[in-house]
């Protein structure tokens, strides 16, 4: 049975040797542009991502939970049909 290494020494040695830069763990917030409520959460970057880059990092994950990011704005699923 093959075992995988899931620790984050491993994820950012893997991102690492494929991308060629530093990686490190940020935390990421994201504010819902209607209500404020943020989700705050720690995502593997590198030091040649952008700030828009590790964004949709964030948003891509926040997808995942109901969230979207349409115009310019970033919305919970709370307020999507508000706006």
């Known amino acids: 049975m093959d075992s995988k290494d899931f620790s984050l020494e491993a994820a950012?040695?893997?991102?690492?040797?494929?991308t060629g830069s530093v990686a490190f763990p940020s935390e990421i917030t994201v504010f819902c542009d209607f209500c404020g409520i943020e989700h705050s959460g720690d995502y593997i970057v590198t030091e040649a991502d952008n700030s828009e880059t590790r964004f949709g990092f964030a948003r891509a994950h926040l997808k995942t939970l109901g969230w979207v990011y349409k115009d310019?704005?970033?919305?919970?699923p709370e307020c999507q049909d508000s706006k």
């Open 72 to 76: 310019g704005l970033d919305l919970c």
């Open 12 to 18: 950012l040695a893997a991102v690492e040797q494929k």
